[in-house]
């Protein structure tokens, strides 16, 4: 029997080419009995190059798929900043991505929806807003019973969970609206969330651009709340090793926390940094590995 591929936090992973996988700002879904990765391709620095789509059996071999989306008018010109490719199946089986749209001073600040038929896409731009109004920076998204979520930071009202419409190409309400206790006036970006023993967890990082900071999770009974107050995911001032979360992804038994080492003169080599994550007795467990699979998680 092979040995379990291993994943080694702290480097790049490799794709089936001999490249730079380019799974920055990651969005993840299990299809089968493969894992479908969506990354923002930086090989051309901040702007939009490409939204990469990889397939792994083990989140440590990772085959490119093809472009999901690339670059074409308005929204996703190639002077535009597009990144956070996360993506659900609606109940019809169709494909939709969401993604942060923004310019190069980030004043744009709306999310972006596209289309298609099978998780690798192609892809097809439909649309871009202000949820309700709101700005949306950093975004993640949520499915519970059938029901699509955009979770989505305004920098002006906090971090917002967003019920989406029914087709997932738009939003509809919200359901809760999350701060900092330490600092009320702002929430946390870079938001995902995850299901476990009838709580719901929500991740979230400080707002600190390119630098790392200590990432922060909450956990609540329900998706409007009430929510508890937010304690760091790692070992305090760890700046949560020196990394940023993308995405918590349900795995075996357990969990994987996926987080980027961003590299501001070198964003397509940004390192990964991807650990099991615990959650146990009400709280949520990160701890460093050199080097581990998925089958310690069952999978």
């Given amino acids: 029997m092979a040995e379990p591929a291993e ?21 993840l879904h299990r299809v089968g009995d493969r894992w479908y990765a969506w990354g923002e391709d930086k090989t051309a620095g901040d702007r939009f190059t490409a939204v990469a789509c990889y397939s792994s059996p083990d989140l440590a071999t990772w085959r490119f798929e093809g472009d999901a989306l690339t670059p074409g008018d308005g929204d996703i010109g190639a002077d535009r900043i597009v990144e956070r490719p996360k993506v659900l199946q609606r109940p019809d089986g169709r494909w ?76 509809d309400s919200i359901v809760a609206t999350l701060r900092q206790q330490a600092n009320p006036a702002i929430g946390y970006e870079s938001p995902t969330l995850v299901h476990r023993d009838g709580r719901y967890w929500l991740f979230g990082s400080d707002l600190t651009g390119w630098s790392m900071n200590d990432n922060m999770y909450t956990s609540a009974a329900s998706l409007s709340g009430p929510w508890e107050d937010w304690r760091p995911i790692a070992p305090h001032a760890t700046n949560t090793f020196e990394s940023q979360v ?28 991807w650990l099991p994550l615990r ?5 949520v467990r990160l701890e460093w590995r050199d080097a581990w699979s998925i089958e310690e998680l069952g999978a």
Wanted: hydrophobic share 35%.
């Fill in 96 to 171: 939709v991505m969401l993604l942060h749209i923004d310019t190069d001073d980030y004043a744009y600040a709306r999310v972006g929806y596209a289309i298609a038929d099978r998780p690798e896409g192609p892809y097809e731009y439909v649309r871009s807003e202000r949820p309700l109004g709101n700005l949306s920076r950093d975004i993640g998204v949520f499915h519970d019973d059938g029901v699509g979520y955009l979770l989505s930071e305004d920098r002006d009202h906090g971090l917002h969970i967003y019920r989406l419409r029914d087709d997932h190409l738009g939003v």
């Fill in 246 to 273: 993308s995405v918590v992804a349900s795995v075996g038994d357990g969990f994987v926390y996926i987080g980027d080492r961003w590299t501001p003169d070198d964003l397509a080599e940004s390192a990964a940094v």
């Fill in 7 to 27: 994943i080694r936090p702290g480097r790049t992973f490799t794709d089936d080419r001999g490249r730079t996988a380019q799974l920055h700002g990651i969005g």
């Fill in 279 to 283: 959650i146990d007795d009400g709280q």
